[in-house]
């Protein structure tokens, strides 16, 4: 969890940054996490980006996050994912 998510007051529009390897695997592994604790996630707040070579994904992805509790089970449940290299 970064640490300026002290200084956030909730809830809040917040902007999170998932890296992993490229493939079907990554982006369906990360929006059924993002589902299971972002019910509400509107269509169009996740955008895609892939590495110059295709190798690696990167999926930036703006919500109102309602609560610390909320973005730290979110980050918790993202990095322990295989299929994620980074979560910011």
Do not use: W
Not at 29 to 46: F, K, M, S, T, Y
Not at 65 to 87: G, K
């Amino acid at each position: 969890m970064p640490e300026s998510s002290a200084l956030l007051q909730f809830p809040c529009r917040f902007t999170l940054k998932v890296m992993g390897r490229s493939g079907d695997a990554f982006e369906f592994d990360v929006v059924q996490i993002l589902r299971r604790h972002l019910p509400q996630l509107p269509e169009g707040a996740i955008r895609r980006r892939d590495s110059r070579q295709g190798n690696y994904a990167s999926l930036t992805i703006v919500f109102d996050a309602q609560s610390r509790e909320q973005l730290d089970a979110l980050y918790r449940e993202l990095t322990a994912s295989e299929h994620v290299l980074m979560a910011l």
